[in-house]
């Protein structure tokens, strides 16, 4: 097995893997580090779950399954690139793609009959939304700015738009009968098995069995009402019209990949209600989902005149849309994946609360964000900034995260108990002793969830958070609210630990609103504070500070400590790289910047010298980070411009920073030795290089695909210059 396993993956991320990843191995290979890789990309699990459609030489492990088992080792050692957290959408295309390249894959099948369907559904849907990220995050979430990173940010700040007290932006949340309001939690004082029920008039359906808790888990139950929401999605049009302003939506249609795609189906259906009213027979036999986007369901109506006319018509009289591409009419409603909460909400306080229009200007908007368990948090940021004016990223603070996540601690909406109810009755999680732990009447419609926290994963994660408070010395608050069910239960784990360790004091427990405004006071004053939160806020958290503090949110230091001692090291997000990819392809520059691979790396180096003793190891690590520092403090990122640096550029420069800083070293003059003549090459053949790299820009580049692109043709694109090969071929 390889020292450290780099992670295959989509999109952007994976195009720059083709040119950066030889650069690592080939270096490391001097510290007799072996780097190699696992496939998580979309299409690769994809091709993994169906071998029995593939021919023989098709096939291919399933490498998920298999870091699965690695990352509870102490032997892991993993850098994790961001992977497309897949819509329905984004699966059925990239079946399309793989069926189009000569596997015989299955259709997904959008209303199964037989069993054979239901089957192939099933093993489809167990693919979409977050998949990868509870299988592999076998611990919890240390989440911070890199040093280097966030001083060059307070030395270059980013543009912010400006805030007034005038806006007219907001967010808008319901009243009740949400997630939040209607949730109910509890510990189970042993380990037991369960099973959740629904009870009818005609009789008792299971909805799923099987399920098995340790002693000490948090289990959590709630459930949405379908006619609340539905009227509160149409008020709010109605609100937003009068007020003149953008409607726009913000859900997470990838990682909650059950209950999000449902709500951004009402949603859909509540801006186009006359036309669901007149024609919903009609555009139900034409295959009309609404979860599927309004830009399917035009696809699919586009040769009704009657339906089109109506179409317009309604449109005419809604509210304008928060825009995704004004240029190409995208709107806010058009695909489930497009708005992506923890990336459109920074986005827009950023830029001063303006969304772009279908006019293509900018306008204040209505952040409609349904449930509360955490619009609170964005709601207070834009009260805040318009009562204090945009933040200032040369004297900000910095904001790191603890986030609990380890053994899919919190998996909300991803997780699979999760329902669309089919018909009125009552639902009750059952323990196999025949208690009832939770219960709910719902109604057809409604959308019930439960999800849990195991003891263990709660005490690491409270234990990591003390470690870190002392590590900094700053500000730290959990951020859990007494009166949400599920977080006071998480209390009643924090504070007898605090209280032991004599650390009541040290630590601030907030509801995630009060929390918000504490954080913002703190930064303002350019202090630093640590935010201790639970899964799902450590996602939202950890785009939100880092897009105003740095303007992005892919150049975090990501470390997961997993529980039995390995490590996974993250490189970002990735919300964005559907965007570069279309560069790419049109104009052959790739604008995805690998900072946040550059960090992982330094860190997973260093973590393995540690576990292993191995000096050479830690000698690249502080290599790496040096490396980094010159990316920043030289300009050397990767401009969005066609004609101008891209990220191959910044892999050379990185390359030749890495290879000049491990020959400056005086700590191992062998591995000086061996790195000297190479960053002479690298120097010397700058004008070249950079010549050869700027050649290829501006036509289209052809990859072979985009869910599974050509390996040679990818190579092709990603590794142009023939002298930067020759001098890295020179490492092994």
């Known amino acids: 097995m390889s020292d450290i396993i780099y992670t295959k993956v989509d999109e952007a991320p994976e195009l720059a893997s083709a040119s950066l990843l030889p650069v690592i191995q080939r270096f490391t290979e001097a510290a007799g580090v072996s780097v190699g890789t ?112 966030k001083s060059f940010a307070q030395a270059n700040p980013h543009r912010m738009g400006e805030w007034t007290s005038d806006s007219k932006t907001h967010v808008s949340s319901m009243s009740g009968n949400d997630f939040y309001s209607n949730e109910t939690s509890a510990t189970l004082a042993t380990a037991t098995g369960a099973k959740i029920v629904l009870e009818t008039a005609a009789g008792e359906k299971v909805l799923k069995e099987g399920l098995e808790y340790p002693a000490g888990t948090v289990v959590d139950a709630t459930y949405m009402s379908a006619a609340a929401l539905k009227d509160f999605l149409a008020a709010e049009i109605e609100k937003t019209k009068d007020q003149g302003i953008l409607f726009s ?53 586009k040769d009704n005149a009657s339906i089109m006319a109506d179409i317009d018509a309604c449109m005419a009289e809604r509210p304008p849309m928060y825009m995704v591409d004004s240029d190409k009419g995208i709107t806010n409603l058009h695909v489930s994946s497009d708005v992506i909460i923890d990336a459109s909400m920074p986005a827009l306080i950023r830029a001063g609360g303006k969304g772009w229009g279908p006019d293509g200007k900018e306008a204040d908007a209505n952040c409609v964000i349904p449930d509360n368990c955490y619009a609170p948090v964005y709601d207070e940021a834009i009260n805040f900034f318009k009562e204090n004016g945009k933040l200032n990223p040369a004297t900000a603070g910095t904001v790191q995260n603890i986030g609990l996540m380890a053994q899919k601690a919190e998996e909300y909406g991803s997780h699979p108990t999760t329902f669309e109810i089919p018909e009125a009755g009552t639902v009750k999680m059952i323990l196999d002793d025949g208690t009832v732990l939770h ?49 006071a239960q998480l209390i009643a784990y ?112 260093i973590f393995l010298a540690d576990a292993k003793g191995n000096g050479k190891a830690r000698i690249l690590g502080e290599a790496v980070e040096a490396a980094t520092q010159g990316i920043l403090d030289n300009g050397r990122s990767p401009s969005r411009k066609v004609g101008e640096p891209d990220n191959r550029d910044s892999h050379y420069w990185f390359a030749r920073y890495w290879a000049e800083a491990v020959a400056a070293q005086e700590d191992d003059a062998a591995l000086a030795a061996h790195f000297a003549p190479i960053a002479e090459a690298l120097a010397a053949s700058e004008a070249d290089i950079l010549s050869e790299l700027a050649a290829v820009q501006g036509p289209a580049a052809d990859l072979g695909g985009y869910y599974r692109t050509d390996p040679a043709k990818t190579v092709a694109v990603m590794r142009p210059s023939k002298t930067l090969n020759s001098i890295i071929g020179q490492t092994a």
């Open 494 to 605: 924090v504070r007898p630990i605090l209280e032991a360790k004599g650390l009541t004091d040290t630590f601030e427990i907030m509801a995630p609103r009060e929390a918000t405004r504490a954080s913002l006071e703190t930064i303002t004053k350019g202090e630093d504070t640590i935010a201790i939160t639970g899964n799902v806020l450590r996602d939202y958290l950890t785009d939100l500070f880092p897009i105003l503090e740095l303007a992005t949110s892919a150049k975090m230091l990501s470390i997961v400590k997993l529980m039995n001692g390995g490590g996974l090291f993250e490189t970002g997000a990735g919300g964005s790289a559907p965007k570069h990819v279309q560069q790419l392809v049109e104009e052959n520059h790739l604008r995805w910047d690998s900072l946040g691979e550059f960090c992982a790396l330094g860190e997973s180096l």
């Open 249 to 301: 939506l913000h859900l997470k249609a990838t990682m909650m990949k059950v209950s999000d795609p449902i709500l951004f189906g009402h949603a859909v259906k509540a801006f186009l209600a006359p036309v669901f009213d007149k024609h919903g027979d009609a555009m139900a036999e034409l295959g009309v989902n609404p979860n599927s986007g309004l830009g399917d369901l035009l696809a699919r109506v």
């Open 38 to 149: 696992r496939d998580i990309s979309l299409a690769g699990r994809i091709l993994a779950t169906f071998p029995e459609y593939l021919s023989e030489d098709q096939r291919q492990p399933d490498d998920l399954a298999d870091l699965g088992r690695l990352v509870k080792t102490a032997e892991a050692n993993v850098i994790k690139l961001p992977n497309i957290s897949a819509s329905v959408p984004q699966l059925v295309g990239a079946i399309k793609e793989l069926q189009s390249q000569g596997f015989s894959l299955p259709d997904y099948p959008e209303a199964p009959d037989t069993d054979e369907e239901k089957a192939v559904r099933a093993k489809y849907d167990a693919i979409k939304g977050s998949a990868v990220n509870p299988v592999l995050r076998e611990g919890n979430s240390d989440r911070r700015a890199a040093k280097a990173v």
């Open 439 to 487: 219960q709910h009447v719902v109604e057809a419609g409604d959308i019930w969830r439960s999800s849990s926290a195991r003891k263990a994963p709660i005490e690491d994660w409270v234990n990591l958070a003390i470690s870190r408070q002392k590590a900094e010395g700053c500000r730290a608050i959990f951020w859990l609210d007494e009166n949400r069910a599920h977080d």
